[in-house]
């Protein structure tokens, strides 16, 4: 995990606890209503590559993707919003 402070606010999003069949839905209504200057922390049992190319077609530049943890079985990426 990086030691360095993020320039932005980050909100938890542990997908381990949604049921896989609401997962995608639910990350995309949590990234629709961060403003810019905030993020979700989202926290995952595996790399979610499908989901990580949904997220760059759907939202484009407007979301950044910053790993701050990337461990088989322990994933953590900030979903960060930009202006």
Known sequence: ??????DYTAH?????GIARRFRHSAIFGALSVLEPG??????NDHDPLPLLDQIAERFG???GIVYRQREPGAIVIDFVVRA
């Open 12 to 16: 938890p999003f542990d997908a381990r």
């Open 61 to 63: 530049e407007r979301v």
């Open 38 to 43: 905030e993020a979700m922390r989202f926290v």
């Open 1 to 6: 995990m990086s030691e360095s402070a993020p």
